[in-house]
């Protein structure tokens, strides 16, 4: 049997309709630069937490913030949080590198992000 256990919330991500002026916010609330700066995403790193910007939403039409909760085992969580009465948004795929992520509605539609690292 997997771990299905989670490893906490370490990954949110906004929908910005503008990146370079969220990208300055973001800088000046964190005391950082950004350690991932393109047109399509960018991410700052700090005391263990990554916090990432993605304009209009990306392609998962975000339109409030995505908290990822860590886990050690995606599909086995996936089953288990179905299993409870929540719905598959966007299944487990891979974003770069071996990390796979989902996201999950509950069931008042609050969408909840579920991330693996390799």
């Known amino acids: 049997m997997s771990d299905s256990s989670t490893q906490g919330i370490k990954t949110v991500l906004h929908p910005v309709s503008d990146l370079a002026a969220a990208k300055e916010v973001y800088a000046a609330l ?3 630069q950004p350690q991932a ?54 299944a487990a795929h891979d974003v770069g590198g071996g990390r796979l992520v989902a996201t999950v509605t509950d069931p008042d539609g609050n969408v909840l992000g ?3 690292d390799p």
């Open 37 to 90: 700066d393109s047109s399509y995403y960018v991410g700052f790193d700090v005391e263990g937490q990554h916090i990432g910007l993605v304009p209009t939403g990306g392609p998962q039409d975000m339109t409030s913030p995505v908290a990822y909760w860590h886990v050690p085992d995606i599909e086995a969580k996936l089953a288990e949080v179905t299993a409870a009465g929540a719905a598959v948004k966007e």
């Open 30 to 32: 964190l005391g950082i």
């Open 114 to 116: 579920l991330l693996q």
